[in-house]
C-alpha cells in the first residue's frame, strides 16, 4: 500500500478563513481537527462513502486566529476525560468538551499569542515511571514572544518555562518516548531542551532563515522546515545537519512524520504537499509524491491509518488516501485539477543568455528543444525540466513517478495552462484565479 500514490479521497470547506492547522486523532483517524484564521476550530469527519467531510462539532470562543488544535486523550483536570486542546493569537490554551464543544478550561501564562503546541507522550513501559508520572500528558505551548510553556495537566498552571529563544516560536514537538522537546524559533536555530529542568541541550546552527516547523523522528532523531526552502535532518549529539532535502520551492509551514510508515510530509507555500520517504541503506529521505493544492499549504499530518491531511488558505481540508478503493468521485478529482490549474503565476523569462545572467529569468537560448527531451524519462519526483518548442516558446515538463510520464505546460502567448505550481528564481505565487498567466520581463 505504501508505494501508492495519495489520491484525494474527500475535502470539505471547513471554515471562512485559512485553515492554518490539522491534526487527527490517534485513536480514532476518522476524526479530522482544523484551527482556522476565522478564530475558530472544528471536529470534521471522514465519511465512510462519499467524498466530502462530514462537518462536526465547532469550538467557539477564542478572538483572534486559531494556531493549533489536538486531541488530548485524558487530562486529570477533567477527570481523565479526553479534550480537545487549542491555542490562539488571544494568548490562551483552551481545553474543549470533545462531544458538546463547551468551553472546559482556559489556561493562562501566554504573554503573546500562542502558536504551537504538542502534548507530551509515552508508550508504557518506556521510560521511568518518574518521568512518565511527571510529564505525560502535559501540554507544551509556544508562542510569538519566544516564550515555551509546559503546562500541568493536572493542575492547569504552568510547571516550566523555556524562554532562550530569541525571537518567536515557531515549532515544538517531544522525541519519541524521552523527556527532550525541541523548538524552532524566528532565529533560525533549533533548541534542544529537557522539560523537567528546563536545562538546554544543545542548540542547532544551519538553516538560514526562519525555521517554521519541526518534528520527531525518534528518541534522538527530528526533522525541520522553514522559510530557506530546506527541509533538514538532525541528531542530538550532532552538531551538523544529517541531511539537507531540496525541493519545496518557497516557505514550508509544516513537517510530519509518520514512524508506521517511515515517510515525511511537508507542506508548502509552493502549494503542495510533498512525501519523503527512504528505500536505501544510508536511510536518505528523498520525495516520491508532489501532491498538487489550489491554495497555500498552511498544515499536514498523517492518520493512524495511513491517510493524509492537509489545510490550506482556501479554508478548505483535504483527506488523500492510497486506497484508490475510496478515492473521491470523477467529477471531484477534475474539479480539483481544474483548480490547480486555475491559478496565476509570475515568472520571469529571459530572451537571452546575457539577459538572463543580469535578471536572474530563465535563460530561454540554453533550453533543450521539445523533441529532445519528451521521451527522457525523469529521475525524481516532481523533477521539472524548461524546454523549447520549434516556435521558441517555452514549455516546462513535470515527471510524475507514479504516472511514468512528464505532464507538458504549454505556454500560449501570455498564458501557461497547468496544473503545476511554479516558481523559479524570483517568481512569486499569487491566490488568484482564472489561468495560469506568465509575466515576461527581459
Known sequence: MCDEAFILQADGRAHTSDVRFVSSSPHDPSAVFTASRDNTAKLSTVPTSGDTVEDGLTFVGHTAFVNYVLFHPGVELLDHESCVVTGSNDKHVALWNAESSAVEAVLDGHNSGACCGAIMHFTPGSVDTEVEDALAGDIISGDWGGMILIFDHKSGQPKQLYDKHATAIRGVAQLTNTSTIVSGSGDKTIHAWDALTGRTIQIFFGHRDVVQCICAVDSTRFASAGNDCTVRLWSIGTDCSLQVLDGHDSLIYSISWSPALSELYTASEDRTVRVWRSSSADGKLFTVQVIQHPCVVWSVAPTS??????????????????????????????????????????????????????????DVESMPFTHEIAQRRGTLEGERLFARNEKGEVEL????????????????GQT?????????????????????????ST
Open 305 to 362: 491509518d495511513g491517510r493524509l491531511l492537509s489545510g490550506g488558505s482556501d479554508h478548505t481540508v483535504r483527506v488523500w488516501t492510497r486506497d484508490y478503493g475510496h478515492m473521491a468521485s470523477i467529477e471531484k478529482l477534475e474539479a480539483l485539477e481544474t483548480a490547480v490549474s486555475s491559478q496565476t503565476v509570475d515568472v520571469k523569462i529571459a530572451k537571452s543568455s546575457s539577459a538572463a545572467a543580469a535578471s536572474g529569468g530563465l
Open 397 to 412: 515538463y513535470v515527471w510524475s513517478a507514479a504516472s511514468g510520464r512528464r505532464s507538458v505546460l504549454s505556454l500560449q
Open 416 to 440: 501557461l495552462s497547468t496544473t503545476q505550481a511554479l516558481r523559479s528564481n524570483n517568481a512569486r505565487s499569487t491566490s488568484t484565479t482564472g489561468n495560469r498567466t506568465i509575466t515576461f
